[in-house]
């Protein structure tokens, strides 16, 4: 009896034992899995040139591949994890035992224990399994460790392990460590250097270079120890590279080039809407070129940033931005505060003394002291002054320091290739550390009268040309607020009488353009404006003037059309995108090359079908881009004359001063400049578009008409051209003779500008309106040339 019991517990033990196998084991991974295994990989991204501007990653890491991987980080890990790696089958029988009886006397001297997992079992835990500390899951490691040993060759598992583990400094494999620890590549790493990165799989916090220096050089000095006793390392190399501080970053390593935080942003925001990439957008390891020019980029950020410090100088000191009592302590609580990170040579400093026209100052990092510039000390005393204890920024110059202040008005650039919709720069605000609204792509704000352009080329689509007469008068329209009429005004209440379109668009006139617009109808405006790019602008006179919201992206792509011969261009940041085997998996140009097939010997190059649709007669798109060139020679915008021939543009003011544009073109560039508080308040009188845009433009311009030289304007094959008040006029055929035509403007109204504004304040007087219709056309003499650029028409919008 005995014995049948003792058969009936074995058989029972043995029945609980398969039992609990069968659920151990029936969940297992499939160990062959990892033969096409890649582990979540960073998206890099490249500028135009292959400069490299950033990632998107879950995991920082970049894959690479075993013959990439230089000796020395290969032996530095195996000194480290599993000398016998290349000898055992998956699990290290050995190894195991001189760990367990090591860690004995380890543990009575308080010593790190020590693990005997090998490196096959590391990447099975690390891909396969979880981290939960249970035996059944060490069992289901050391099976596995066995097929992944029967299923890949050493060097594939090696491969896995040196991509897939976690070195802290957010990175995750040795390449993207060596990049983030040294700003290095794994072939420029020295023995110690590899040797760090080695110490790191067992809990890189604990041996964080900068937090905790002392145990991060013991680890690599040990690890540089089993190197030698391994015979990889000379005791000599040893001894040497032992003596070498760790010299690791103190931050992980960002791309190079950093002037491109809103062009990454953006790109990355519309690679995750494309279907092709975007659900894999952080872990595809994608190589994704885009349409930046970093030189341009670089050019746009300063001429932004300028350009905003400049109006914030003109409107005043605002005070300091903290206050200290210089308690012990007192510099790290300043540094708290940060100064704008693409102004590098900005500090935080404190006010130490401040009477009358002199300032002391005390830097708070670097404890280095000064006075500040004499002007700096005027120009915050016209404002806020400053006291002892004032927390401020300062610029080192000349041996004193200059006053800074971090502007609170805001705005964006954007540069577009008119032929392609290539974006080229892109700024959405005064610095992205601060804020990471893109007011580029994101800012819906009234354009003012940048939208002119638009009004007048549906009406030369029409019956009109540039030397077509429209009078400028003061009018007035049922439909404004509370039952009132709506009269819109000319800046400083001055007319000119009849005008030819070219003069109403050069000096910006407002009363002119609504007139215009009432004439043509603001539905064909606002269609043809949708079909430009400006969708969703409802057909009111006020829209003629720049009451409807557009974002700088959206005006600035618009403009393109006025430029490339009238073709609407879609404007894109991702060139072509190719997965991590380099398969192209999504390219933007898209048109078919039906012969770009065959040979070219002595035969002349394919040649591609522009891109865009079509939606404006080239020659209209001729007369615009020519009219605006005025407007820049003779007009609004006179400022930006110092660039030479063969620019446009136009300026663009909202009412109360609210916002301020400027699109400004060449042949081969748009650039769309806008400047406006987030709040929307008003930038203050006088800040039209001609004050602040147009400098940035001019400043971002001088750094790209160098590498694209301003050319004459695509004339038109089929345009008839005359010379209409010693300017060359485009028609289209049969429309040059309207400028010959001699019918009267307006019986009741005489047709020179001289005397114009008196015969209006009589009509007025006599409580008369002037006609609102458009006059029929006809040539009159301009009106007198201003003094200086006349100034920006408001919108004059209720």
Known sequence: MAGIGLLGAIALAGLVVAIYAAWLFHDLPDASELADYRPPTATRVYAGDGTLIGEFSDER??????????????????????????????????????????????FVAGRRLEGGSTITQQVAKN?????????????????????????????QILELYLNEIFLGYRSYGVASAAYNYFGKSLNQLTPDQAAFLAALPKGPNN???????????????????????????????????????????????????????????????????????????????FYMRTTLDPALQT?????????????DRRHGWRGAWGQTDFAEGWQAAALKKSAPPERRAWRAAAVTA????????????????????????????????????????????????????????????VAIEPQSGRVLAMVGGYSYALSSFNRATQAKRQPGSAFKPFVYATALEGEYTPASIVLDAPISFAGGPNGQRWSPENYSREYYGPQTLRRGLELSRNVMTVRLASAVGMRKIVDQSARMGLEGLQPNLSVSLGAGEVTPYQMTAAYAAFVNGGRRVEPYLI???????????????????????????????????????????????YQISSMLEGVIQRGTAASARGLGRWIGGKTGTTNDYRSAWFVGFSSDIVVGVFIGFDDNRSLGS?????????????????????????????????????????????????????????????????????????????????????????????????????????????????
């Open 354 to 413: 401040a009477s009358g026209g002199s300032v002391q100052i005390v830097t708070a990092r670097d404890g280095d002291t000064g006075s500040l510039i004499g002007a700096d000390v005027a120009w915050a005393n016209a404002g806020r002054g400053l006291k002892r204890g004032d927390l401020i920024f300062v610029e080192p110059r000349g041996g004193q320091f200059a006053l800074k202040q971090i502007p609170a008005v805001n705005g964006a650039l």
């Open 575 to 621: 060139d072509y995108v190719q997965d991590r085997n380099g398969e192209t998996v999504w390219r933007a140009d898209r048109r078919n090359c039906r012969e770009c097939g065959r040979g070219f010997s002595g035969q002349p190059s394919p040649r591609l079908d522009p891109r865009g649709q079509q939606v404006l007669d080239p020659i209209t798109a």
């Open 127 to 155: 891909v396969l399994l979880t981290n939960e500390s249970t035996i059944g899951r060490k069992l289901k490691e050391a099976i596995l460790s066995s097929r992944l040993e029967a299923t890949l060759t050493k060097e």
């Open 61 to 106: 890491r970049i894959y690479v591949t075993y013959d990439q991987i230089p000796e020395p980080v290969i032996h530095a890990f195996l000194a480290a994890e599993d000398k016998n790696f290349f000898q055992h089958g998956g699990i290290d029988v050995s190894g195991l035992g001189r760990a367990m009886f090591k860690n004995i006397f380890n």
């Open 686 to 798: 006088g800040e039209t578009g001609a004050t602040t845009p147009v400098p940035i433009f001019n400043q971002f311009m001088q750094t790209a008409l160098k590498s694209r030289p301003a050319r004459p304007f695509v004339r038109p094959k089929n345009a008839i051209f005359r010379m209409v008040n010693g300017v060359e006029e485009a028609f289209r055929p049969g429309t040059e003779r309207q400028r010959e035509e001699q019918a009267p403007v307006d019986p009741a109204l005489p047709v020179g500008p001289q005397n114009y504004n008196e015969v209006v304040r009589r009509e007025l007087e006599a409580g008369g309106e002037t006609p609102a219709a458009a006059a029929p056309p006809t040539a009159a003499p301009p009106p007198p040339q201003p003094q200086r650029p006349p100034a920006e028409d408001l919108s004059g919008l209720y």
């Open 299 to 311: 050019a746009a950020r300063d001429a932004l940033m300028t350009g905003l410090e400049s109006y």
């Open 207 to 285: 041996y964080h270079p900068k937090r905790h220096p002392g145990a991060a050089k013991g680890r690599r000095d040990w690890v540089l120890g089993e190197m030698a006793q391994a015979g990889w390392l000379s005791q000599a190399d040893m001894l040497a590279a032992q003596a070498r501080p760790l010299g690791a970053q103190d931050a992980p390593r960002r791309a190079q080039y950093q002037d491109a935080d809103f062009f990454v942003e953006e790109a990355r925001r519309q690679a995750l809407l494309n279907k092709d990439i975007g659900e894999t957008l952080n872990a595809g390891g």
